[in-house]
């Protein structure tokens, strides 16, 4: 069932921002990485995987460049977002699509810890970065990408 739940969303997604073949990598990306932390550390991978695929999406759907202050929200958006799409999809459980928005709500926040979940997509992101070497980045969080690598 949630193979069949992923693959839904992950043509909606791809539907959502098909235009954009960076946007399309980073979430795909950053859900195998968020499924493999998830395997890890013993947390549900769907869920994981899930988190990793929309933890973007509302930027994706941003004309750029944006504002610093745009930008460093795009959690707290992009939460919403997955909501709505996430119920339109059906086959998350009710608790599975409240942990999955947490996630994405709080993966702003790296320097900020939270619970289990939403560290793992936090490190899945900067670990996504990370291993494309993007010294855009900064400093702080490409060493938290390479504290995971090492993790993992």
């Given at each position: 069932?949630?193979?069949n ?7 909606e ?22 499924r493999l932390?998830g ?35 795009h ?15 059906g086959?998350y ?17 790296k320097?900020?810890?939270h ?9 899945a992101?900067?670990?996504?970065h990370?291993?494309y ?19 993992l």
């Amino acid at each position: 069932m949630a193979e069949n739940c992923y693959k839904l969303l992950q043509d909606e997604v791809h539907e959502i921002i098909c235009h954009d073949r960076f946007w399309l990598l980073h979430l795909e990306e950053v859900a195998i990485l968020c499924r493999l932390i998830g395997l890890k550390r013993g947390l549900d991978t769907e869920v994981c995987r899930c988190a990793g695929l929309l933890h973007d999406i509302w930027l994706s759907k941003q004309e750029f460049p944006l504002a610093f202050d745009s930008h460093s929200k795009h959690g707290y958006e992009g939460s919403d977002m997955a909501r709505d799409i996430l119920k339109q999809n059906g086959g998350y459980s009710d608790e599975q699509i409240d942990i999955i928005c947490r996630m994405i709500y709080n993966h702003n926040d790296k320097n900020i810890l939270h619970d289990e979940y939403s560290e793992a997509l936090k490190d899945a992101d900067v670990l996504q970065h990370y291993l494309y070497g993007d010294a855009w980045y900064g400093d702080t969080r490409l060493e938290r990408g390479a504290k995971v690598a090492e993790e993992l």
